[in-house]
T-cell receptor, first 114, second 108 residues
């Protein structure tokens, strides 16, 4: 089984731009979650999608958004980038996102905002 | 608010020595708790979860509700155990609250 695939691996953007990151889940996994990882704040939950619907949302501004397609692939978008958005963005998938399920993580997209 | 705390950022032990990585939580109710690990140049992966009460790679973790702790233990550390360890509590489904992480180094 192929693992969770995130593209691109690295991104460099400037302030004010927007960016779209992609996550392809393991076959059969319908829940896709996104996390932001920074040295200062650690791993923070952004949002979760299941069956093309946002089911859970963390405490991030509206500039952070996402969507999920019918094949369970997910994208997240960050608009009007700020320097503080520089981070590793991780995608994690599970079959249903139910209680106690093991999260399978991708390798992440490293975003640098200049 | 739910909170998971790992008081040690760095932990260094010698091969063969016991190791304990501390984790404390502040949650309403009884959360599902996990330990995730990230080895060098690898992706974050599940090490163990309280719900399944399994032992992986010799690691165990006991939930102590009185002390609100979920410490990770291994009686004899190996060099290949060197990694970053994260304790996490489940808020709902895939929404986890992670601790800050502990970098474990096992010296030969």
């Amino acid at each position: 089984k192929a693992g969770v695939t995130q593209t691109p691996r690295y991104l460099i953007k400037t302030r004010g731009q927007q960016v779209t990151l992609s996550c392809s889940p393991i076959s059969g996994h319908r829940s896709v979650s996104w996390y932001q990882q920074t040295p200062g704040q650690g791993l923070q939950f952004l949002f979760e999608y299941f069956s093309e619907t946002q089911r859970n949302k963390g405490n991030f501004p509206g500039r952070f958004s996402g969507r999920q397609f019918s094949n369970s692939r997910s994208e997240m978008n960050v608009s009007t980038l700020e320097l503080g958005d520089s981070a590793l963005y991780l995608c994690a998938t599970t079959p249903t996102g139910g209680p106690g399920e093991k999260l399978f993580f991708g390798s992440g997209t490293q975003l640098s905002v200049l | 608010a739910q909170r998971v705390t790992q008081p040690e950022k760095l932990l260094s032990v010698f091969k063969g020595a016991p190791v304990e990585l501390k984790c404390n939580y502040s949650y309403s109710g009884s959360p599902e708790l996990f330990w995730y690990v990230q080895y060098s140049r690898q992706r974050l992966q599940l090490l163990l979860r309280h719900i399944s009460r399994e032992s992986i790679k010799g690691f165990t973790a006991d939930l102590n509700k009185g002390e609100t702790s979920f410490h990770l233990k291994k009686p004899f550390a190996q060099e290949e155990d060197s990694a970053m360890y994260y304790c996490a509590g489940e808020t709902s489904g895939s929404r986890l609250t992670f601790g800050e992480g502990t970098q474990l180094t096992v010296n030969p």
